[in-house]
């Protein structure tokens, strides 16, 4: 069974510096792997994912994630944090069991920026 | 495009009640995934529903239920409610591609179990 493993409960940055959020996963075959931003009382917004070929991904909002399978991990970047990037970040692992949709989430990490 | 929708966004039940959630997915999505998200457990997978059948299934009682409408509009119902269903559910729904599972989420439904 895949799983996903967030280290991170909880990250603080300033605004302007880097960030850098861990994933790591356990799956059996090539992964599907994404990360969802989540702001309080909203629903999930997807940031990136991966399913093959080149192993660091753009995402929006500046964002990127390299996957590293000798790791298992796929790990979230930005170069510069706004304040508005202020929220909770889901690592996801997709699978396919009898052909269906399934994510497997982290537990999260939630991102306070300081001003 | 519209979003995934959901409704109602906010609903307050009392124990032993049950309860039907709705889910409205993106224009030509054809599969629909529901989610329980709770502080203690995370983000659950409930079940899935693709072409009016569930293909697949996560680890939650048989109170928990769901279908699917020829319009790819699903619900979920939840018989004989307990404290610990007051959760955050979200509905997701995908194309049905199997090289494509990147899912997109609605806002949920806030269910108070009192």
């Known amino acids: 069974a895949q799983s996903v493993t967030q280290p991170d409960i909880h990250i603080t940055v300033s605004e302007g510096a880097s960030l850098e959020l861990r994933c790591n996963y356990s799956?059996?075959?090539?992964?599907?792997l994404f990360w969802y931003v989540q702001s309080p009382g909203q629903g999930l917004q997807l940031l990136l994912k991966?399913?093959?070929?080149?192993?660091l991904v753009q995402g929006i909002k500046g964002f990127e994630a390299e996957f590293k399978r000798s790791q298992s991990s796929f790990n979230l970047r930005k170069p510069s944090v706004h304040w508005s990037d202020a929220a909770e970040y889901f690592c996801a692992v997709g699978a396919f069991g009898g052909g269906g949709n399934k994510l497997t989430f982290g537990t999260g990490t939630q991102l306070k920026v300081e001003l | 495009k519209a979003g995934v929708t959901q409704t109602p966004r906010y609903l307050i039940k009392t124990r032993g009640q049950q309860v039907t959630l709705s889910c409205s997915p993106i224009?030509?999505?054809?599969?629909v995934s529901w989610y329980q998200q709770t502080p203690g457990q995370g983000l659950q997978f409930l079940f899935e529903y693709f072409s009016e059948t569930q293909r697949n299934k996560g680890n939650f009682p048989g109170r928990f239920s769901g279908r699917q409408f020829s319009n790819s509009r699903s619900e979920m119902n939840v018989s004989t409610l307990e404290l610990g269903d007051s959760a955050l559910y979200l509905c997701?729904?995908?194309?049905?591609?199997?090289?494509?599972?990147?899912?997109?989420f609605g806002p949920g439904t806030r269910l108070t179990v009192l």
């Open positions: 991966y399913f093959s070929g080149d192993t």
């Open positions: 997701a729904s995908s194309l049905p591609a199997a090289v494509n599972n990147e899912q997109f």
């Open positions: 224009s030509g999505h054809r599969s």
């Open positions: 799956y059996g075959a090539t992964p599907y």
